[in-house]
């Protein structure tokens, strides 16, 4: 499930790790925190014939550490693992998800190495699980190896610029890229833009995506909207609803059309439920139903749990 995040949220993810980390070492200007974050399902996919499986999205351990080098200006190096090709027995994967290093000065961050480019943060999708992509940035690839990002925060305007170096000639080159997402909050209005142009190899032409977002938090419910456009290939809302039954308990509605330059426009439709233990906020179980328009599809489900700190 994504949920639209504030670029000033982001600035103090990428110093200080991801929130609800667990600290590990903390003395004279260093801090060590660690993060896992473990969701196992139950799940049939929408689709044509489809079985059940265990599927395991994610299995992730994430590392933090800051270093404290005096006048507000703070270091900070990210290094992330996920097991879940493992789990599902897919052994020549890679399990480095993020390895980066930065500099940090009050609400500006600069960073390199692998990790997600900005435009990763676009848009109000809530489901679990998709047959379709999430947005057009997603479709398009929102990470790479060789990213060089500046998060800030300006007053009420937050921005997040990466450039993934084309690196021609070197063991990591695959492409080029360039984005950006800026979003502000107004009351209870979140709003965000993104755009984003990329050269998926070297010596092929380059594709832009562009794309609006809005999410109103009117209390008990949230409503939200997404529209992102390809360049010569496809254009993809989002509409969502979410509604906080009780502290303990939410439920999201939304759907996602995708109109493609070519061939038949598709819409998903999905609806689930969460579960957070009151005792413990980071173990929740969760449930979700989904479906699409296409021709000889069945209904997909899921049911799981997630457990993190």
């Known amino acids: 499930m994504k949920k639209l995040v504030l670029a000033s949220a982001i600035v103090a993810a990428s110093v200080a790790g991801a929130a609800n980390a667990a600290t590990i070492y903390e003395k004279d200007g260093l801090t060590y925190k660690m993060k896992g974050d473990w969701q196992i399902q139950l799940r049939q996919d929408a689709g044509d014939d489809q079985n059940l499986d265990v599927e395991f999205d994610d299995l992730e351990i994430k590392n933090s550490i800051t270093y404290d080098l005096g006048n507000g200006l703070t270091a900070f190096g990210q290094l992330d693992f996920g097991f879940k090709d493992d789990a599902e027995g897919k052994k020549d994967g890679s399990k480095l998800e993020e390895a980066y290093v930065g500099l940090a000065y009050e609400n500006v961050a600069l960073s390199i190495g692998e990790r997600d480019f900005g435009s990763d943060e676009f848009g109000v999708e809530a489901a679990y699980e998709n047959t379709l992509s999430e947005d057009g940035f997603d479709s398009q690839g929102t990470h790479g190896n060789d990213v060089v990002r500046l998060d800030a ?69 949230e409503v939200g909207a997404d529209f992102s456009a390809i360049e010569d290939t496809a254009d993809q809302a989002n509409i969502v609803a979410k509604v906080a039954v009780n502290k303990s308990t939410k439920v999201a509605i939304g759907a996602t059309n995708i109109e493609p330059e070519a061939g038949d426009d598709v819409t998903e439709w999905y609806a689930n439920v969460t579960y957070n233990f009151p005792a413990q906020k980071n173990v929740s179980v969760f449930a979700e139903i989904a479906d699409t328009d296409e021709d000889n599809v069945d209904a997909g489900f899921l049911t799981g749990m997630r457990v993190k700190f």
């Open 153 to 221: 925060a300006f007053g009420a305007v937050n921005l997040t610029a990466s450039v993934e170096l084309e690196s021609d000639g070197e063991s990591s080159a695959d492409g080029e890229v360039f984005d950006l997402f800026a979003s502000t909050e107004l009351n209870n209005l979140q709003l965000a833009a993104a755009y984003q142009t990329m050269k998926v190899t070297p010596n092929a032409d380059s594709v832009d995506t562009w794309g609006v977002s809005a999410m109103y938090d009117a209390g008990m419910v």
